[in-house]
């Protein structure tokens, strides 16, 4: 199985329509937008970066959160190679 390029793309506008004035960022492999990542600010001084995999793309829970984007993105690769794994062996 080759290693997916994921490249990350700011996202403009939110699922709801808002502008988006925090760090936000879809997820591609290729052409296919495969999830999200982006910054949660739970209080003036707290910070999390939340990472997910579609649910369309998976058709399970796939997310968690993490104290850096370099960890989200580590952590977003690591479940969507699982997730690519078990498609490939018929267990997806």
Do not use: C, N
């Not at 990350?8 to 960022?25: E, I």
């Not at 970066?49 to 993105?73: L, N, P, Q």
């Amino acid at each position: 199985m080759s290693d997916p390029a994921l490249i990350l793309r700011r996202v403009q506008v939110s699922p709801t329509g808002r502008r988006v004035t925090t760090q936000d960022y879809d997820v591609f492999d290729g052409d296919r937008e495969v999830g999200r990542i982006y910054l949660v600010h739970f209080d003036d001084r707290t910070e999390t970066w939340f990472w997910g995999v579609s649910f369309r793309v998976t058709k399970r829970k796939s997310y968690g959160y993490a104290e850096s984007i370099e960890d989200a993105k580590a952590a977003f690769r690591a479940e969507y190679l699982t997730y690519r794994g078990t498609e490939r062996s018929g267990y997806g």
